[in-house]
């Protein structure tokens, strides 16, 4: 059974940084390429990055570009984002997914970004 | 950047309507597009991708059609379950997009 655990959420001040986890489990993790995807309160599904399965291609929307790193360990099954300069616009849950074309989705973790 | 334009952004219907759901994008994405449900407080949930393959496990009440730049999510007999709100996703080019959803609520 595929499983997607995030972790790593919580209350950061503006202009802070924060690395959200997400613990893969139940399919070949190195092969497979991940995708983050976050939700505002209230609002609908945005993407923000992609990493394929070796880790050596990365692609990002154009609000985080720059800001933040999606990284993996293919020996933790574990896949990454290291969010920087972070703003109240970057408050959302994040969800770890797998692929772009998602299949499963990890239950997600709140980044609030508040003063 | 593709848009998706779904619509209608909200709809009611009743247990056992069938409803449809729009997604128009701004350039052509053949067939590469996905559909997802999601519940209050839930994760999204997956339903459908390459325009009309259903995911395992998802009821065959649920079907989607479209090539190009017009795709439809047909629901047929809603079940209580089911209400919801609906999101298209494109995965045919970078970035990735999302429709704005579409709220489907109780009549």
């Known amino acids: 059974e595929v499983q997607l655990l995030e972790s790593g959420g919580g209350l950061v001040q503006p202009g802070g940084s924060l690395r959200v986890s997400c613990a893969a489990s139940?399919?070949?993790?190195?092969?497979?390429?991940m995708t983050w995807v976050r939700q505002a309160p209230g609002k609908g599904l945005e993407w923000v990055s992609s990493?394929?399965?070796?880790?050596?291609?990365?692609n990002y929307a154009e609000s985080v570009l720059g800001r933040f790193t999606v990284s993996r360990d293919n020996s933790k099954n574990t896949l990454y984002l290291q969010m920087n300069s972070l703003s109240a616009e970057d408050t959302a849950v994040y969800y770890c997914?797998?692929?772009?074309?998602?299949?499963?989705w990890g239950q997600g973790t709140l980044v609030t970004v508040s003063s | 950047d593709i848009q998706l334009t779904q619509s209608p952004s909200s709809l009611s219907a009743s247990v056992g309507d069938r409803v449809t759901i729009t997604c128009r994008a701004s350039?052509?994405?053949?067939?590469?597009i996905a559909w997802y449900q999601q519940r209050p407080d839930e994760a999204p949930k997956s339903l459908i991708y390459?325009?009309?393959i259903l995911r395992s496990g998802v009821p065959s009440r649920f079907s989607g059609s479209g090539s190009g730049t017009d795709f439809t999510l047909t629901i047929t007999s809603l079940q209580p379950e089911d209400f919801a709100t609906y999101y298209c996703?494109?995965?045919?080019?970078?970035?990735?997009?999302f429709g704005q959803g579409t709220r489907l609520e109780m009549k």
């Open positions: 997914a797998k692929d772009t074309n998602v299949d499963h």
């Open positions: 139940g399919f070949t993790f190195s092969g497979q390429l």
């Open positions: 996703q494109q995965y045919n080019s970078y970035p990735i997009t």
């Open positions: 390459a325009a009309s």
């Open positions: 990493i394929s399965g070796r880790g050596t291609t990365t």
């Open positions: 350039q052509s994405i053949s067939t590469w």
